[in-house]
């Protein structure tokens, strides 16, 4: 009878075992609250689970600092982030890129530095001795990293020619500086054309001192030892979403156009903008 009764507790185990592995997690950045994130994506996540015939659980961490330790650990099977982000999870966790979004009507973005039109300054140079408004944290692509880019590329280093300053997200930077909180402000350019920004500030009244060249938009990356057949579902799945009703209402709900199928080595002018703005090499 013990045997009997190790055999079956043996076989509870391995079926509970068998389905945590076949669980898939998609981890999703914080870019906006996550709260919002989550409702964002989960029927995208709904259907993935229904399209892959396995459990689909979509977390969405607090923060950025949840995000990094969920990533470091290998949780995520599918994560979502920023440029960044993924260069860095590719050296050195292994993930390897597989799409990329399509937002505001293009695959692509700029950073820049800005000032208002009533402030004096009309060059990069003359931002030296002045302070510039990042939006997050110095992990951000579009509003630290390439802004920084653009401004060490007039010779400006920052702690010493400039002060730094940090708002929330680059909304609120850019909302900061508008308000006279800093000289400059370090941002994605798109953030320009958002209809809540327009209502906050008079755009007008902005003015682009230095703009980098077009990036590719935000990665999803999948897990090293993922398998091809797995990853060609997922393909297919996202980047057929625009293609019909439900996946339209889906792409709208995540404020995005489109997804479509991307290779890491897209990602090599990225590398090259890091390296020469924070000194990271990846």
Sequence with gaps: MNAYKH?????????????????????????????????????????????????VNLIVPKNFKAFWKDLNSGRFDLVHYNQYHYIKSHKELGYNVILA????????????????????????????GKTVMFGGGKKAMMSYIIPTYLLKQQGLRPGIDYQEKFALNPFAAIIATYDGHADAVGNGEVILSLKRVKQRVDIGKIKILSSSKPVIFLPWAVKKDMNVEKINIIQ????DLKNTTEGKKMLKKAMINEFYVVEDKEYDYIRELVEKAIGEKY
């Design 7 to 55: 055999s079956i507790v043996g076989i509870v185990l391995f079926f509970i075992t068998a389905t945590a592995i076949a669980d898939i997690n998609v981890g999703i950045f914080p870019r906006r609250k996550a709260g919002q994130m989550y409702t964002m994506f989960k029927p995208i996540t709904e259907q993935l689970s229904t399209r892959l015939g396995e459990k």
């Design 101 to 128: 979004n399509k937002e505001f009507g293009d695959k692509k973005v700029s950073g820049m530095v800005a000032v208002r039109t009533d402030s004096g300054i009309n060059t990069i140079e003359e931002l030296k």
């Design 236 to 239: 297919n799945f996202m980047v």
